[in-house]
Every structure is written in structure tokens, then in C-alpha cells.
């Protein structure tokens, strides 16, 4: 079975028609959709009635608890997440999750930065090249896009990493540690789309416990030269 996993905040306009991709992507395929809710409008009415499990996380936890009780949630053999924003593509989903049900790799990540999208800020854009950098050089892992929102991750790897929820930044750790710990992973590039609705990235604080991230891990791991 394929999971799909989302968190959400106040995404009333976008969750209906993400919900609606993901089911278009996976028809005839056994799924399930599992969320994780924070919200403060119709995001959970809403998501239910498609079909969707939602476990309430109210008041707000933050970004990597909700991230973290998704994934422990999930019971598919493999997990794809995505952001339910409509900036990532339901159709890439399969692909995602086949690469790991083959057994080609462990972790798929679906990377936003073959080139800069016309969709992100120069500035964003320009801090996500500046952590792959980061991790690359202390961590020693090769990735272009260490924020990316959509992965395929494998249900023994789910079990297997423990990381740690406090803070922001968490997609940072589910990256950099699995690959530390052996995990095959797989980079694809996917096209990023225009966001519905308003972001909840607080910019300032998500670059800071992303260095964090880094060099927690550089301490722990030192790359090999």
C-alpha cells in the first residue's frame, strides 16, 4: 500500500484539489491518505469528507512534531510526502513510490532545484542552494535540495531513523541522517507550482535551526574527505 502523508494549517482553498490529484494519481492503486492537522478553518471538514484520516494536533505543535506523528501514522510500505499547498505534483507520486517498492533505493527525494522555479524568491532560492552546499561540505551528503517537501521514504527506514521533532527545519534531519545511517537515496527533479493560499514559513528561524540541523550533524557524523 502507497501512504500519502500531509500536514496542515488553514489549507481550505488548496486541500480539495490536492486531495483530488492524489487520488487521480493513484486510481486502481491501494492508498491511503493520512493527515496531520493543525488547522483553524474547514482544512479537517473538508479533508474527511475526501476520504482522508486526519489526527488533530490542536493547539499546534509545530512543523516537526506534526511531520513526525505523520510518518509514525502512515501504514503503507511506503510513505510520499508532499506539501498540501499545491506547489508539488500529485502526478510524480507513483513514480516516487514505485522507486522504492522496486527496492531501488530506500528514500526518493524529489528535488525543486534543477534550476531556480519561477515560482520561488530569489532569496529562497538562493538559501536552499546555500544549505546543499552546507551539508555537502560538513555532512558530506550530495543533495540540491535539503528542504524539499515531497519524498518517498520506505517503511523500514521510518521505523529505523529517530530524529528529533523540536523545531523547524525537520525535512533537514530526514535527509542527512538516513543517508548517514546507510539508507540507499535517490534524487529526481520535479517541477514546483504556484502555492495556494498563504505561506507559514517563518523564513529567519527555519535558516537558523537548518544550520542547526547541519551542524548537529557534522559534530555527530564529520564527513569523510
Known amino acids: 500500500m502507497i501512504s500519502v502523508a500531509m500536514i496542515t494549517m488553514n489549507e481550505e482553498k488548496a486541500v480539495g484539489s490536492v486531495i483530488a490529484d492524489i487520488r487521480t494519481a493513484l486510481e486502481g492503486r491501494e492508498h491511503e491518505i493520512v493527515i496531520v492537522d493543525s488547522s483553524r478553518d474547514s482544512t479537517p471538514e473538508i479533508a474527511e469528507g475526501l476520504g482522508a484520516r486526519v489526527i488533530r494536533q490542536f493547539p499546534p505543535q ?5 511531520m513526525a506523528r505523520v510518518l509514525r501514522e502512515c501504514r503503507g ?3 510520499v510526502t508532499l506539501d498540501c499547498d499545491g506547489t508539488y505534483p500529485a502526478a510524480e507520486i507513483p513514480r516516487l513510490a514505485d522507486m522504492v517498492l522496486s527496492g531501488d533505493c530506500d528514500l526518493v527525494n524529489a528535488s525543486r532545484l534543477e534550476k531556480r522555479p519561477a515560482t520561488m524568491p530569489f532569496p529562497n532560492y538562493l538559501a536552499n542552494w546555500l544549505f546543499a552546499v552546507a551539508g555537502h561540505i560538513l555532512v ?3 543533495s540540491t535540495d535539503l528542504h524539499s517537501g515531497m519524498r518517498a521514504y520506505s517503511r523500514l527506514l521510518i521505523e529505523r531513523v529517530k530524529v528529533d521533532p523540536h523545531g523547524p527545519a ?7 541522517k538516513p543517508a548517514l545511517m546507510g539508507f540507499r537515496i535517490k534524487e529526481v527533479f520535479i517541477p514546483y507550482g504556484e502555492r495556494i ?3 507559514t514559513l517563518h523564513r529567519w ?3 537558523l535551526w537548518t544550520f542547526r540541523r547541519i551542524f ?3 559534530f555527530t557524523h564529520p564527513a569523510s574527505h
Open 140 to 142: 558530506g551528503v550530495k
Open 216 to 218: 548537529r550533524l557534522a
Open 205 to 207: 528561524t527555519s535558516t
Open 170 to 176: 525537520l525535512p533537514v534531519d530526514l535527509l542527512l
Open 62 to 66: 509545530g512543523y516537526g512534531h506534526a
Open 77 to 79: 510500505d511506503v510513505t
Open 197 to 199: 493560499g498563504e505561506t
